[in-house]
């Protein structure tokens, strides 16, 4: 192993139909299959330094807006540490190396806006590369998987990306079905609060099947999913957003049934809901969808957009508008 500098940059991304609860929570198998775009405004810029001391094994990182890196020690480091073994495991690589990771974020960590799909991405790639192991797209998005954030594995491929359920780890993987310039949709980040949730989608997902919904609501997602797709190879906007807000809503559904209840949203979650509601009203086509997060994503198209932000620039209980549109994937640089 030569020391050595691996600059990789990997984006974040919203799930029009969502992952939630797992078959095999080990293999981080999800229960069904889902689909999603990467965020062009959201994302992770990670840089990996390979050293001969075995010892180090090091993180730092940049928050959202933040002027320096943090050292991070403790859970946040002990969870690189497990996915560095298991991508040895995974590459089938024998001999260890020493890194320091170094982790900037453009957008609030833990905010209901994906960074640990981001960040684990970024760091699949980076030890792929460690490890001097090329690997196909398919491959690792497999590997970014079992980082433990499973949505890791939507934010390898290009634009909008299709993550199949599959039947064993292999068969689990995410795979592009539309390029970025496909559509003009633009995903208008509502950020309503920048506090960090207090419960992991990792912890979330194990209690899913508690809610008495959720089996109803594999059923519905057996029609709710291919549909979506259809709306969106038609490039059909009303019917693909209303689909969308109607998923967020689904999964929220169970979030809240599930024991223990998760209460992701708040009021202004609700606000922001309602006033887009007002803006379809007007003729302006914006939707929601929220993930694990009290923040809002209001999905709309290129035409909307500056009406959308004007709209909720002048709202109290918006702090800050992030703009995303549909982009490449992880890339190492
Ligand atoms: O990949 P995880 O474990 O961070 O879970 C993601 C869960 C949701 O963001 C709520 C849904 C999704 O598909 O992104």
């Not at 310039?181 to 194990?206: M, Q």
């Not at 929220?290 to 959308?308: F, P, S």
Request: with cysteine; aromatic share 10%; hydrophobic share 40%.
């Amino acid at each position: 192993m030569k020391e050595q500098l691996i600059k990789v940059k990997s984006p974040a991304n919203i799930a029009f139909i969502k992952y939630w609860g797992q078959t095999d929570s080990e293999n981080v198998l999800p229960a069904n299959d889902s689909f999603s775009m990467n965020l062009s405004g959201c994302y992770t810029e990670l840089e990996m330094e390979l050293v001969v001391d075995i010892n180090v094994k090091e993180l730092y990182i940049k928050d959202y807006k933040a002027e320096d890196y943090k050292k991070n020690e403790g859970d946040a480091l002990q969870k690189v540490v497990t996915f560095y073994d298991r991508a040895a495991e995974y590459l089938q690589v024998k001999t260890d190396v020493g890194f320091r990771v170094k982790a900037a974020n453009s957008f609030p960590k833990k905010a209901g806006i994906a960074s640990s799909a981001s960040f684990f991405s970024a760091l699949a790639a980076a030890f792929s590369t460690a490890f001097e192991k090329k690997l196909e797209t398919k491959q690792l998005s497999v590997l970014a998987r079992l980082s433990g954030s499973g949505s890791a594995s939507r934010s390898v491929p290009d634009g909008y990306v299709f993550w199949h359920r599959g039947i064993s780890s292999e068969s689990s993987f995410a795979e592009s079905i539309a390029p970025p310039d496909y559509w003009d949709i633009v995903d208008l980040v509502a950020l309503v609060t920048l506090d960090e949730k207090k419960v992991s989608s990792v912890d979330g997902h194990r209690c899913a099947q508690t809610s008495p919904y959720f089996a109803d609501r594999q059923r519905q997602l057996a029609k709710r999913t291919p549909l979506i797709v259809n709306k969106f190879r038609k490039k059909d906007f009303e019917g693909f957003g209303t689909m969308v807000e109607e998923e967020a809503v689904s999964l929220h559904s169970i979030m809240m049934t599930q024991k223990p209840p998760l209460y992701y949203w708040s009021g202004m979650t609700l606000d922001v809901m309602r006033e887009t509601a007002t803006l379809r009203k007007k003729g302006i086509e914006a939707y929601c969808t929220t993930d694990a997060g009290e923040n809002v994503h209001i999905i709309t198209r290129r035409i909307y957009e500056e009406k959308v932000k004007d709209h909720f620039k002048n709202m109290n209980f918006v702090k800050e508008i992030l703009t995303n549109y549909p982009c490449e994937g992880v890339r190492v640089l």
